[in-house]
T-cell receptor
Framework: NAGVTQTPKFQVLKTGQSMTLQCAQD?????MSWYRQDPGMGLRLIHY???????DQGEVPNGYNVSRSTTEDFPLRLLSAAPSQTSVYFC?????????????FGPGTRLTVL | KNQVEQSPQSLIILEGKNCTLQ??????????LRWYKQDTGRGPVSLTI?????NTKSNGRYTATLDADTKQSSLHITASQLSDSASYIC????????????FGAGTTVTVRA
């Protein structure tokens, strides 16, 4: 199993550009989520999904969109990139999102917005 | 607001030495606490999980403790190795099933030969 995969690993955007960060998992997990990690701060939840066709907002959803058409894929779209979105983005999955579930994280995407 | 505070922010130790990392939280109600290890350029990986009734949990040279009354946890690394150089993140899960985990900012450990 590849686990959780993310592409690209690095990306540089100009302010106002849009892009999609890809995330896929092959563990048949129902729960998937996106986090951003900034220096000196804990990971913050952007959006999450408890199954195909179901998404919800996390702590910092503004400027990001998600969709979940399949169990495997959970892409994150930046609508109009801003310098404040410079961060490292992690996708994670767990079997159901239950409180005892372990989160399995992807390798991350380092995004720089100029 | 639920918070998780970790200390120290960073530390440097010599190979073979021990160290202890601290985590204080205010999350309530509380379900469980996990310690994750994050290598540079990688995603976090779970080391241990402790629920309300557990006081200690070991995973090889890593030993985690939990005092749910004082809302404190620690992670002890014994006989450190160069491969222990990483960031260690404390993550608290609330008692409610609202999918909202609380993450500490992490402690960066550097092990030197």
């Amino acid at each position: 199993n590849a686990g959780v995969t993310q592409t690209p690993k690095f990306q540089v955007l100009k302010t106002g550009q849009s892009m999609t960060l890809q995330c896929a998992q092959d563990m048949n997990h129902e729960y998937m989520s996106w986090y951003r990690q900034d220096p000196g701060m804990g990971l913050r939840l952007i959006h999450y999904s408890v199954g195909a066709g179901i998404t919800d907002q996390g702590e910092v959803p503004n400027g990001y969109n998600v969709s979940r058409s399949t169990t495997e894929d959970f892409p994150l779209r930046l609508l109009s990139a801003a310098p404040s979105q410079t961060s490292v983005y992690f996708c994670a999955s767990s079997p159901t999102g239950g409180v005892l579930d372990e989160q399995f994280f992807g390798p991350g995407t380092r995004l720089t917005v100029l | 607001k639920n918070q998780v505070e970790q200390s120290p922010q960073s530390l440097i130790i010599l190979e073979g030495k021990n160290c202890t990392l601290q985590c204080n939280y205010t999350v309530s109600p509380f379900s469980n606490l996990r310690w994750y290890k994050q290598d540079t350029g990688r995603g976090p990986v779970s080391l241990t999980i402790m629920t309300f009734s557990e006081n200690t949990k070991s995973n090889g040279r890593y030993t985690a403790t939990l005092d749910a009354d004082t809302k404190q946890s620690s992670l002890h690394i014994t006989a450190s190795q160069l491969s222990d150089s990483a960031s260690y993140i404390c993550v608290v899960s609330p008692g409610s099933n609202d999918y909202k985990l609380s993450f500490g900012a992490g402690t960066t450990v550097t092990v030197r030969a």
